[in-house]
């Protein structure tokens, strides 16, 4: 009877100590006076498939390098100067990754941004995220999903996943779409900083003709881009 | 309130019988709302969906403001349909000069018709050889101004056949095939639009089959106005010079400002003139 107390008692504690192995919270720590450096590459390309011309495609791919300056930290925001040679804004943002303040720029105009959760994150736990994009009286539900996949302990490294999934309402008969998102990041601990991300987003639509029982195919449209960032250096 | 009633179907029905009037030799326009239609729809669910992916495209907020420009190849579409509605609107202006003006009875009436008549016969009885003199410009000014006013090129629309032959030798193969699929997919799609079979036959027999013959008559005898007055063009004052030269002097400078200012590319012009 003493041997399986004590016996579930370590199992008890053995799981206790592995959870809190693969569970960390993930942070942003700029140290203050630091500056990274980053370089941002995004290639574009989209395709037209049309009937006797076939598929015309369009490929671009361009690069910029970046800094963010650590000012300071003050009122639980980090004071961070974000930018190049050609225009830097001051951005004040949160430990989770949430934009408190920004003076010189629209907060209305921003794309989404994802934040960390306030939590400790156990690996394969999935957060779930849904925000709503309008653009021309339409509303388009996206559905953010982050999963910590993994933990590189030995170069205190985390790596994240990420996906969208927008909800687009196929009420067009006539158009038929799909777009996608999904990409994986990388995080520094011990830096407290993005390490590396790289991420995918894909769109294709099909517009056909319908008159009646006839049915036409008309034309399809493809469009991927594909993003990465990577840290090129950290000066102190 | 009847009279009201009335006078508005009245009205209405000319409108009606005058629409159909004008538009009795129109063959493209079921085509061109069509393919537009389309195209507006297609720019504008790739705009708003453009949107919504760049509003989520970059989603770590230490990432600045980037001002990338995107390539898009769908523009190389609505670059080859620009091409394609300026044809169109060439391929009518063709159909509508064989329909209306070469039929045989236009070539008639401008043999019949004679404006001199009544230009010389106040003065028939002042002197020997005015009225003949008179006779002879007001004809040609006559035929001359025809030809500005019914759009006839005496060069280009001599041979009709040789001109529809010429425009669809400057669409490229691919791009006439890609139209003629559109009008093959148009004719499936709405059987009972005759104006695209009688596009694809016109566009199939016009260059084979002489036609517009009966504008070669009026062609001619605009010809030979040109051909008589052409040494005296810069000398002579046409009646059109005479009407300016009626303008008040306002008119006149304003009119010369305008001609001062730099033409238009004819070619973008035709670009955007896709009604």
Known sequence: MNNKNYVLTTVFF??????SLFAVEIKYNFSKGAVYSYNYSRQDSSTVNAPVIGKKSNSNSQSLDFIIKSVGFRDNAFILDIGNREATYRRYISSNGDIIGSPAEDRDTFPFFFIFPDVDWNVGKTFTKTTEVSTFGKIVPVVWNFTLTGIDSTRNLADIGFEAKFKIANDDRLYSKTMTLSGKLIFNLSEGVIHQATWKSNYGAKQICKERTITRDLWSF???STHILRMTGVER | MRKYCLLICFVLLCSISYSQEIDSYDIITPLKLWLLNNEAKAMSELGCDGMIISKNSTPLS???KIPFTEKKAEEELWTMHRKLYSFLNDTQKIYDLSKRYANGKFAVAIKQARPEVWGYSPFVFTGFGLPKIISTE???NFLKSLAVVIGLDIKRDADLSARLRELIRSLKDEEYRFLREYMSMFKALYPSEKSVAQLEAF?????????GNGLSEVVDAVKDAF??????LDTSEDSLEELDSLADSETETKQKEVEQMEAPDPDAANMYDIW
Do not use: D, V, Y
């Open chain 2, 62 to 64: 230490i990432l600045p």
């Open chain 2, 227 to 232: 051909s008589e007055s052409e040494s005296e």
């Open chain 2, 138 to 140: 007001t004809r040609k």
């Open chain 2, 203 to 211: 566009l199939n027999q016009g260059p084979k089959k002489p036609f």
């Open chain 1, 222 to 224: 493809e469009k991927q």
């Open chain 1, 14 to 19: 053995l799981l206790l100590c592995t959870s």
